[in-house]
C-alpha cells in the first residue's frame, strides 16, 4: 500500500515492527465548540485562540484513552502488538481517516465528518492485529469553496493544497522567526491559531459539541484581555497556560503573536504596555513591540520612542522596524 511505503520512509520510532503491521484503526474524538469559533475576532481588545487550544492539551487526553483501548484490544484477542500516535510522528491521519471511512479530506485540505464537521482529533493504533477494512468515504465538498474564501492570507492556491508559510496557524504556533509584514494585518487579534478554514464549512451544521469534559473550553480563554496577556512575564506565562498546548511555543513567541494582535486593535492607550516590551530581552518581541506602536502613534510619539530606544538597538531586524515608520501610509 502507498501509505506504508511513505511512512516506511519517514518512521519516527524504530521500535515499531513496521514490517508487521497488518491493521491501522483511525479514531476521531470530536472538539466541537459550544458557540460561534469566531466570535472573538469582532472584541479587537482581546485574543482569539484556535478552539482546539482554549482547553486542556488534546495529545495528553486523548494519548492515554487510545492506550486504555489498544491494551483492551490485546487483551481480547490474546496476543498481537500495539503502537498509538497522536500527533506525535509522521503519521499521515488525514488520508489514513478517509480511507477508514471517518470522513473526506475537504478542499481546505481537513478532515471534513458528516456527523461532526471540521471538529475533530485524529489518532491512531498501529497493530499486527488483522481487522476488516471499512469502505472509504467520498468526498462530499461539491461545489462549496467556503473554507477557500474564509482564509484572511489566502493559503489556499487551489482547492486540496495549503501554502503553509501563508498559514495564520503555522504563522502563529510553528513559525520560531519574525512575521512577515504582509501577514500582520490579516492576523487581526488571532494569537493562536486560526479556525476561519473549518467554521466556514457548511457541514458543521451537524457538528457537536465536545463531550469529553477536558475538551471543554475554559472559561478565561474564550476571550483573554489583551492588556492582561502582554504583562505576563515568563513564569506567568507559564502558569497561567500550565497543563494546555499554548505554552510550547515559549513566552518570546507568545508575545510577538500578542503584539501583533494590540498593532491591529486600534487602541492607543495600550501604547504604555508596548512601550513596556522595547526592553525584553528577545529581538522578536522588541521588534513586534516597535510595529504595534507604529501602527498605533501618531508621528511625533514613535520619534520620540525611537530617539530613546531606536537608536541604541543593536539587533537589524528590530532596526529595520523602526525604519518602517516611514513606510506606513
Partial sequence: MDWMAQTQERRADPRVLWDEVRSIIVLGVNYGPQGDALAT????????????????????????????????????????????????????????????GLGWQGR???LVSRDFGSWLFLATIFTTLDFEPDTRDADHCGSCHACLDACPTKAFPAPYQLDARRCIS?????????????????????????????????????AQDAREAKLVARADLEAPNLAELVQL??????????????????????LRNVLIAIGNANDATLTPLLEARLSHDSPLVRAMAVW??????????????????????????????????????
Fill in 108 to 110: 481546505h485540505t481537513n
Fill in 292 to 329: 504595534a506602536l507604529a501602527q498605533l502613534c501618531d508621528d511625533a510619539e514613535f520619534e520620540a520612542l525611537k530617539q530613546s530606544y531606536g537608536a541604541n538597538e543593536s539587533d537589524p531586524d528590530v532596526r529595520a522596524e523602526w525604519a518602517c515608520r516611514e513606510m506606513i501610509p
Fill in 233 to 254: 512575564d515568563d513564569a506567568a506565562f507559564r502558569n497561567f497556560f500550565a497543563g494546555g498546548p499554548i505554552k510550547r511555543i515559549g513566552h518570546a513567541r507568545f
Fill in 170 to 206: 503555522y504563522l502563529t504556533i510553528e513559525h520560531k522567526e519574525h512575521i512577515a509584514s504582509e501577514f500582520r494585518a490579516a492576523l487581526g487579534n488571532r494569537i493562536y491559531g486560526c479556525d476561519d478554514c473549518l467554521a466556514a464549512c457548511p457541514w458543521n451544521k451537524f
Fill in 41 to 100: 475576532l469582532q472584541d479587537k481588545s482581546a485574543g482569539n485562540i484556535s478552539v482546539y487550544a482554549r482547553h486542556r492539551d488534546y495529545h495528553d487526553v486523548i494519548k492515554g484513552k487510545l492506550k486504555m483501548l489498544a491494551s483492551w484490544l490485546i487483551a481480547q484477542a490474546g496476543e498481537g502488538d500495539v503502537k498509538v500516535f497522536i500527533d506525535t510522528a509522521p503519521v499521515m491521519e488525514k488520508p489514513l481517516a478517509e480511507a477508514a
